[in-house]
């Protein structure tokens, strides 16, 4: 059936920054095929769903969206067509249609290239499922199609092979696999020429990034990224601890544009415990790693993950946890109880903490850890920060926030918006809180 007029689509996205940068993608796929997308979803002829399934939760919110598309949308069923993206799509493939009666198309993360054929199908009442992990795919030709102005997401890796026993990932996005050296750089310099002024590399484990027809790692790699654009600052996210090398960690101290600020999954406290889960590194090792890094950019700030109630997690072995989030002081961290994900080697174990003390645990670890980050913004009282300006502030017009170069929000007033989305500031600080600071701009 010819594509005779644009249609349009409305992309719901869930889960990590690598979804965020998928959705992209797919808009860019989607756009080449004649469609638009929209913000709005009455005006819609396809809605998809990119989504996650890092946790139950984040599952079960997407069957929650299905059953309210199939109340709201009951009148328009004929006419429009939904779709299910992302890692639940490969977790559940077409189950999901037989889940929900709603859905029309089930596409998995490594297969968004056959999304405009499907689609055409399914206007014409053809349901479809494509789920084929791959070990090559990293749409590394297709131009994502970017909305905010500020920072791009460019993914350099999809994949992991590092199968910890809590994670689904190595199941949905498959092997890993690395986008070339020179695609990426390229892909900076148009970023940054189309004004861009903060770029983050994604990929599960960034740190195991390797081209192999040029033999470049991701120190090179990122080292090439700050060189081609000095303006523009560099971001880099996930890494794994284990692959944190000592020339990465020299390379980022050596340019002033790869921003300050290392996100490093940790998990737990405790060697028993991070031998469960097969994070392939020790206590000793996670702080030889942090020392290192403190070592040479000593005002960096180091954010982490932590899980809580892992199965045959003991009471001491929490609090190797608590004693962790003392001794390396982080500035902030993603903290979540487990969460049993069927197909992954956790799942055969027993889930033996109880949900109450799950949580208890939890929040024993949110309120040690909060009150450390509070306590590290109370000393940036004083401290100027160069801040790439955002948007105004959610709670008080008047005020805009951006982001310092360590990647703390950062709020300030903004009279008659003098300054505006991509310019930077430098602000003082004032006060603080344990998840921003507040501050007054300073020539
Ligand atoms: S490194 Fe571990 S936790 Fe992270 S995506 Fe890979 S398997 Fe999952």
Redesign the pocket.
């Given at each position: 059936m010819e594509m005779t007029e644009t249609y349009k689509l409305y992309i719901e996205t869930y889960g990590c920054q690598m979804n965020l940068n998928d959705t992209e993608i797919v808009s860019g796929i989607m756009r080449e095929h004649g469609w638009e997308t929209t913000d709005n979803i009455d005006n819609a002829d396809a809605v998809l769903l990119n989504t996650c399934s890092v946790r139950e939760n984040a599952e079960s919110r997407i069957f929650k969206r299905l059953t309210h598309f199939s109340q709201k949308f009951k009148k328009r069923k004929n006419k429009l067509i939904v779709g299910v993206i992302g890692c639940m799509a490969e977790r559940f493939n077409e189950r999901l249609i037989d889940i929900q009666d709603i859905v029309s198309i089930v596409v998995g993360p490594d297969e968004y290239r056959k999304l405009p054929i499907l689609l055409e199908h399914a206007m014409g009442g053809v349901k479809g499922v494509a789920v084929e992990l791959s070990k090559v795919e990293t749409y590394e030709d297709i131009i994502p199609l970017r909305t905010d102005g500020v920072n791009a997401w460019l993914s350099i890796m999809r994949g992991?092979?590092?199968?910890?026993s809590?994670?689904?990932?190595?199941y949905t996005?498959g092997r890993e696999r690395s986008r070339s050296h020179t695609s990426i750089v390229e892909e900076v310099a148009s970023l940054a020429a189309k004004g861009f002024k903060e770029i983050t590399l994604l990929g599960?484990?960034v740190n195991s990034y390797h081209d192999k027809e040029l033999n470049k790692d991701f120190a090179d790699l990122i080292s090439d990224c700050a060189i081609a654009v000095p303006q523009v600052r560099i971001r880099y996210t996930?890494s794994?601890p284990r692959d944190m090398s000592d020339r990465l960690i020299e390379v980022m101290a050596s340019h002033d544009n790869i921003c300050k600020h290392i996100h490093l999954?940790v998990?737990s406290g405790s060697d028993r415990v991070l031998k469960m889960m097969?994070?392939g590194y020790n206590r000793e090792h996670y702080l030889g790693r942090i020392s290192k890094i403190r070592e040479l950019m000593p005002n960096i700030a180091i954010t982490t993950?932590i899980i809580a109630g892992f199965p045959g997690e003991t009471l001491e072995d929490h609090q190797l946890t608590l004693s962790l989030l003392q001794e390396v002081k982080y500035s902030g961290a993603f903290m979540f109880k487990y969460s049993p994900r069927e197909n992954t080697k956790a799942f055969d174990m027993p889930d033996d903490i109880p949900e109450e003390e799950k949580l208890r645990r939890l929040n024993e670890i949110i309120d040690l850890q909060n009150k450390i980050a509070k306590e590290i913004n109370h000393h940036e009282k004083g401290n100027i920060h160069r801040v790439l300006v955002e948007c105004p502030s959610k709670r008080n017009p008047e005020d805009w926030m951006g982001r310092s170069d360590t990647n703390k929000v950062v709020i300030f007033p903004n009279p008659d918006a003098k300054f505006s989305q991509g310019d930077y500031v430098n602000v003082k600080i004032k006060r603080s809180s344990s998840a921003t600071l507040f501050g007054e701009i300073v020539e």
């Open positions: 992991c092979n590092n199968f910890c809590y994670c689904v990932v190595p996005r599960q484990n996930t794994h999954p998990q097969n994070r993950d």
